[in-house]
């Protein structure tokens, strides 16, 4: 990899002159012009110019347009070291040039060592929960808005009992009247706590982080020393960089769960936008998210599997600067999918439900045990029937969504 470059790759549709067109992305996004300067000003601008690392002109059909992979290279001197400098040089104004999308972008150390990457990642996270065998199991807190404080305690300490390691709130709970964000890590965190002495596991409660832009960083150190034991953050609404200034402030001493908000505007185009991998997958982990949420492959607001797959990927890999990051394929999970999110993304990750614990016909409490005897089922390499047989949570669950 070019050291002094941050290398983007892009797929092109419609040119026929590819390697023209990356010249001219080369040019107009680093120093605007080149043939009509005079020889002392391009020995000036020889630093600041990017340059085409490669063009492969790709396969299509006689019925599609014809499509190119380009391999620009800019210069880190012309960057800051944040995610809207880096996005703004190479997909900017050449994000409205017709079919182009970002693919992924290569950075060198020199440049990555300037993001915060996850404070705890996957390790860091097990650690504080104290479970290092299986997936972990997260709750979307989904009776939130409008309800005071005390009906939120119940369905807290609900989805406790139910065995899962994390709540998080709901992202859209912004309006928080009824039930302040400290009162609520107030409440929940004591609640923790005795189950803590109980069961010797600690559950992490993700509080939403919301307000003006120019707050949250405040907000998170605030929460922080309140006892807050995780925050939650739209990132893609708030932007990457303010996820940055979170993770890297040292006040901040906890995780950091990046919803994926907003994201579909982005990435499901074949033809525009960011793909999912580098949107979701490694602008999160640099940015300094441990644990990061994504469209499972299997539920109404379904992810391809291969993009899926990707991402989680890029979260997990091994990197000499940043910690890896928890995947959490989210959205349609119900306990009869276990075993599948198991087989296709490994036991290092978070299975995230709402619906699927909530809808239990036997109650939240009940939803979360079905998760868990489905977990540690499939762990074991028991079949979730076999299970069932001594879980009349997990035989609900089963009658209500069947096993995939």
Known sequence: MEKDFVIATYLVHGHLNFYKKAQEIAVGLTVGTWTDLPKAKKEQMIPHLGKVIEVKVLKHKSDESPKALLMIGYPIININPDIPSILTTVFGKLSMDGEIKLIDLQLPDSLLSNFPGPRFGIEGIRRIIGVHNRPLLMSIFKQCIGLPLHELEKEYQNQVDGQVDLVKDDEIYFRDDFAPALKRIDA?????????????????????????????????????????????????????????????????NVPIIAHPSFTGSLYPSPHYGLSASLLLGKFMRLSGADIVLFPSPYGSVAMPKEDALELTNLLQSPDSIHRPAFPTPSAGIHPGLVPTIIRDFGDNIIINAGGGIHGHPQGTTAGGKAFMDAIRATISGQTLDQAAENSSELRSAIDKWGVI
């Not at 929940?188 to 010797?200: A, D, P, R, S, V």
């Not at 949250?216 to 960089?241: H, I, M, R």
């Open 188 to 252: 929940f965190e004591k609640y923790n706590q005795q189950q803590q002495e109980i069961t010797e596991k600690r559950v992490l409660y993700a509080v939403n982080l919301t307000g003006p832009v120019i707050q949250l960083v405040e907000k998170a150190k605030q929460y922080s020393t309140a006892g807050a034991s995780c925050l939650l953050l739209n990132v893609v609404p708030y932007g990457f960089d303010v996820l940055h200034r979170i993770a890297a402030d040292p006040d901040v």
